[in-house]
C-alpha cells in the first residue's frame, strides 16, 4: 500500500511538473490516480489518506440518498472547483487546472456508477 502511495504521489507531481494538464485518460485510471486515495477504490470515502482526524469524511459515492441529491454539475463544480468553493471540505482539492473538462466528465460519469443511481433532475 505504501509503495502505491508513493507512486500515486510521484505520478501527481511529475504531472504538475509536467504542465498540468493530463491528456485523455480513462474513466477508471483518472478515478484511482486523482481519488481515490480519499474517496478509496470502491467509492466509499474510506482511502488510505483518511484518518480518524479527518474535519470532515469525503463522500461516500455508493450511497444512493447523498449521491440521488447531486445533480451531474454539482459533482463536475467540487471536482473543478474543490471543496471549499462550494462550502464542503477544503481537503477537496480544485482540480480544474491540472485534469482536461472532458475528462473531469469522464470523472463524473464514473463517480455515478458507484451508487447505481441518477442524478438529481433526470
Not at 511529475?14 to 481519488?35: H, I, N, P, R, S
Not at 440518498?65 to 477544503?90: H, P, W
Request: hydrophobic share 40%; glycine share 8%.
Amino acid at each position: 500500500m505504501r509503495t502505491l502511495a508513493v507512486m500515486i504521489a510521484t505520478l501527481v507531481s511529475l504531472t504538475l511538473l509536467a504542465g498540468g494538464t493530463v491528456q485523455a485518460a480513462e474513466d477508471k485510471q483518472l478515478f484511482e490516480f486523482y481519488c481515490a486515495q480519499c474517496h478509496g477504490l470502491t467509492g466509499k470515502g474510506d482511502g488510505p489518506n483518511v484518518t480518524k482526524d479527518f474535519k470532515t469524511d469525503p463522500r461516500n459515492f455508493t450511497s444512493v440518498a447523498d449521491m440521488e441529491k447531486l445533480s451531474d454539475a454539482d459533482i463536475k463544480n467540487v471536482v473543478m472547483d474543490g471543496g471549499a468553493a462550494v462550502s464542503k471540505s477544503e481537503l477537496m482539492p480544485p482540480w480544474g487546472k491540472t485534469i482536461a473538462e472532458a475528462d473531469v466528465d469522464k470523472l463524473v460519469a464514473y463517480v455515478r456508477k458507484f451508487c447505481k443511481c441518477k442524478a438529481k433532475g433526470k
